[in-house]
């Protein structure tokens, strides 16, 4: 059988080539001293190393510093809220495990906050930046264009329409504060649809 060659397709079990041609490298793993593709993927090989690698069709996500996540408040602490991740911004994949992460008081906003339960509540959805991506998820949300992106009245639990710090329950009247994203048009807005995603 012909290895594949560079860039072709290649499914778990393929044969990529031989331990004495290649180093196997990212996505393979040696039997026997053959080389074989162990996912989905397209076959490249690296002229440096001679290693030969199987770059994913459909990577499974990962959080990395830099990265715009959707997350969702669980609980807000006098120092910290507690996000549990939902998705990466740009492609709005689910993140296997959903893992948690946390916004300390002083990179909620620009400038002094005074308590974080009037920047955020549970159950919030948010629009934040990694700041750190290991041993711990470290978020922020203080730019301008981060933030709040849907949450519910805390009386009536009806959803808010965001766009300031102080927001007004449309259903109820209940007032209630928010760092929410500036210029955001919300989660389940017609038009969030044909938005470009938020840089």
Not at 66 to 86: N, P, W
């Amino acid at each position: 059988m012909t290895p594949p060659t560079e860039g072709e397709l290649v499914l778990p079990g393929d044969l990529l080539g031989t331990a004495e041609e290649f180093v196997p490298g990212h996505g393979t793993y040696e039997d026997g001293g053959r080389i074989y593709a162990a996912l989905m993927g397209r076959r490249t090989v690296d002229p440096r190393d001679k290693a030969v690698r199987v770059e994913a069709v459909h990577p499974i996500p990962t959080i990395a510093e830099g990265d715009l996540v959707y997350g969702r408040v669980d609980e807000v602490k006098s120092a910290m809220a507690i996000v549990t991740i939902l998705a990466l911004a740009s492609g709005k994949r689910g993140i296997p495990g959903s893992p948690e992460g946390t916004i300390h008081i002083s990179k909620a906003k620009e400038g002094y906050t005074e308590t974080l339960a009037e920047e955020f509540a549970a159950g919030d959805i948010v629009l934040a930046r990694v700041l750190q991506s290991h041993p711990t998820v470290k978020l922020t949300t203080a730019p301008a264009n981060l933030g709040v992106v849907s949450a519910r009245c805390q009386a009536c639990h009806g959803l808010l329409t965001l766009g300031g710090k102080e927001i007004t329950c449309p259903r109820c009247g209940n007032r209630e504060h928010r760092k929410s994203a500036k210029g955001y048009l919300g989660l389940g807005h017609p038009a969030a649809e044909h938005a470009p995603d938020p840089d």
